[in-house]
C-alpha cells in the first residue's frame, strides 16, 4: 500500500535529518526538494520539487537524495521513522508491525533491535519451528536451539522436542541478558 493517506488535508513537512534545507518529508512519505539550495539552482518560480520514489527488488521504498554532489538511497520508512516516531531507547532498526514493506504508514512502524527485528521477520517466512531460536537439523531429526550474541553464534544444544530447545533458548536470553518480545 503506497503512500497510504491521513486524516489531515495540509501535512506536516520536517527536515530530513542531515539534509536540512535541502529535503523534507511529510507524514504520508512525500520527500521535496528545495531547488534553491540544490546544485545551486536559484529559481524562485520554483521553489520545490516532489522527488520520485522507488521500489526495490526486495519490495522497499526508497528515495534518493543529494547533497554537495554526492547522491545516496535511502529507504523511505526509515526517513520516515526518524522524522516521525520517538525512538528514546535508541534502537538502530525499523519493523514494520504488519510485514508489508510497502506499508510506511506510522501506525505499522516501529523501533525495534536487531534481535527483535530478525524475530518478527520470521514470524512470516517458512520455517521448521514455531518458537524463535529454533530449527529442526533434518539429517538426525532433533531441534536445536541458536542464538547470537554479539555477532557470534552460539549452539545451546539438540533436543528430542521443539519445547525442550524453545526452553533452552529462553534460559540463554535470560542467562545472556537479552531482550526479545517476539520470542
Known amino acids: 500500500m503506497i503512500g497510504k ?38 529559481n524562485p518560480l520554483v521553489a520545490e520539487r ?52 510497502g506499508d510506511y504508514s506510522i501506525s505499522n512502524l516501529e523501533w525495534v533491535s536487531n534481535r527483535e527485528n530478525l524475530s518478527h521477520g520470521r514470524k512470516f517466512h517458512k520455517k521448521t519451528s514455531k518458537y524463535t531460536g529454533v530449527f529442526l537439523k533434518k539429517d538426525t531429526g532433533r531441534w536445536r536451539a541458536f542464538i547470537r550474541v554479539n555477532k557470534k553464534g552460539i549452539w545451546l544444544g539438540d533436543y528430542k522436542n521443539e519445547l525442550d530447545a524453545s526452553k533452552a533458548y529462553k534460559a540463554a536470553l535470560k542467562e545472556y541478558n537479552l531482550k526479545n518480545k517476539y520470542a
Open 5 to 42: 493517506e491521513t486524516d489531515t488535508d495540509k501535512p506536516l513537512w520536517v527536515d530530513i535529518k542531515g539534509y536540512e534545507g535541502y529535503y523534507k518529508i511529510n507524514i504520508n512519505g512525500d520527500v521535496v526538494r528545495n531547488t534553491s539550495t540544490y546544485h545551486r539552482i536559484k
Open 50 to 101: 516532489l522527488m520520485t520514489k522507488y521500489l526495490t527488488t526486495s519490495g522497499y521504498i526508497t528515495v534518493g537524495l543529494c547533497r554537495d554532489g554526492k547522491p545516496k538511497r535511502f529507504m523511505l520508512h526509515r526517513l520516515i521513522a526518524i522524522a516521525f516516531i520517538p525512538n528514546p531507547k535508541n534502537l538502530p532498526h525499523i519493523n514494520h508491525i504488519n510485514n508489508d514493506s
